[in-house]
């Protein structure tokens, strides 16, 4: 967990590969078996991928295209977002750049019977591709999102995570020691509104596992709740968690 946690400081949503550089064999089947090994958000839910040539999807960029399946139950989205930034993370230690692309069609259907979701494209880069400086990374203050004690600079860290069109939908509330996340419901965003709710969420799982991570690695023990919501007010409850 802890290499996981520095690649918070290194990845970068990748949207330039070079032609030169592939993806080989052996990193093929590391990518799939360490799939296998991503932890859910939620244990009930099915998920499933597929490695696709780019070319038998929409997308313009990266040599692969990781399509994600998933059965349409309660947090669903989140669970996609939570369980596929390990993947990301990971392969940003392996020098394999990544890039959530929401807008990506599959030409066919891989996984009948689960929901095509999302994909995620891949390539080969170089170090150099990486983020230097993680502090460039276009982020809102921390006291926008995040009210209440930062402890150990957790909201500091979390906010780093990636989200559609950089929208950063999470606001979260520290109160003693219980945390309390939310999908802010007005968040501004290119994405045209009646996509930005679907996309939100997969961006909230993704900036769960961002907020577990950091606390893990603060030594910082809790217990998640997810919060089940209706699309009635400016801030969605998500999640809570009760510190130890």
């Known amino acids: 967990m802890d290499e996981l946690y520095k690649m918070i400081f290194k990845r970068k949503s990748v949207r330039k590969y070079s032609d ?56 669903y989205l989140l669970n996609v977002g939570y369980m596929f930034e390990q993947l990301d993370l990971y392969l940003a230690s392996k020098n394999i750049g990544v890039c959530w692309y929401g807008l990506g069609k599959v030409k066919a259907d891989y996984k009948e019977k689960l929901k095509y979701v999302i994909m995620l494209t891949l390539g080969k880069v170089t170090d150099d591709d990486f983020r230097k400086d993680y502090t460039e990374a276009k982020r ?55 996509f930005l709710s679907y ?27 997810l919060v089940a919501n209706a699309e009635d007010s400016d801030m969605l409850p998500v999640a809570t968690y009760e510190l130890k």
């Not at 090994?37 to 040539?53: F, G, N, Q, T, Y």
């Not at 996309?199 to 709740?225: P, Q």
Request: proline share 4%.
């Open 20 to 75: 030169d550089l592939k993806i080989s064999d052996t990193e093929l089947e590391d990518i799939n078996k360490k799939i296998k090994e991503l932890v859910p958000l939620v244990d009930s839910i099915k998920v499933k991928c597929v490695i696709a040539p780019r070319e038998e999807t929409t997308s313009k960029r990266g040599e692969y295209c990781l399509l994600i399946y998933s059965e349409e139950k309660d947090n």
């Open 140 to 194: 809102n203050d921390t006291h926008d999102a995040w009210t209440g004690e930062h402890i150990d600079d957790i909201a500091e860290m979390a906010k780093y995570a990636p989200s559609a069109c950089n929208s950063q939908p999470w606001k979260v509330i520290c109160e003693k020691d219980t945390l309390k996340v939310y999908r802010s419901n007005k968040s501004k965003s290119l994405i045209p509104k009646r």
């Open 199 to 225: 996309y939100n969420y997969i961006d909230i799982g993704i900036y769960l596992y961002f907020l577990e991570l950091v606390m893990s690695h603060n030594k910082i023990e809790f217990k998640r709740m």
